[in-house]
């Protein structure tokens, strides 16, 4: 029964993501990581399928390759999280808590990501 409710999961995470590549509110590359160990607790075809896809691989290519996040997709991602975080924030901007968190995240996120950058 686990192992249903795992692709079950991991197929609805896989869904998120790939929308999450035209609606930048959705943070693909983690959806796609927990699809990923959903799918290596259930069934290896999933891993397999999100790996071989030209579209969703890339995303998660950095996590799993030595080499990193290249440059020009850690502007792109940092410039697309910055912008969605900002508008949130202007949304809440009387609710100083809201602004908090979102900042919070913004932080911990772009830390982590140049963290995850490419290495030459």
């Known amino acids: 029964m686990r192992k249903y409710i795992y692709i079950a999961i991991a197929s609805l995470a896989v869904a998120l993501g790939f ?3 035209f609606l930048p509110i959705l943070p693909t590359t983690p959806l796609l990581l927990l699809a990923i ?3 290596m607790r259930s069934s290896r075809s999933g891993v397999k399928m ?3 896809n030209k ?3 890339p995303y998660v290519h950095s996590y799993f390759s030595r080499k990193g ?3 020009y997709q850690l502007k792109r991602i940092l410039l697309t999280l910055w912008l969605t975080l900002g508008v949130g924030m202007a ?6 808590v809201v602004v908090a968190i979102l ?4 932080v911990g996120v772009t830390i982590h990501l140049y963290l ?4 030459h």
């Open 103 to 106: 900042a919070s995240v913004g």
């Open 19 to 21: 929308l999450g590549m």
């Open 50 to 52: 999100i790996l071989s």
């Open 55 to 57: 579209r969703l691989s």
């Open 91 to 96: 949304i809440f901007h009387s609710r100083w």
């Open 37 to 39: 160990w959903l799918y």
């Open 116 to 119: 995850k950058r490419e290495k």
């Open 69 to 71: 996040i290249p440059l």
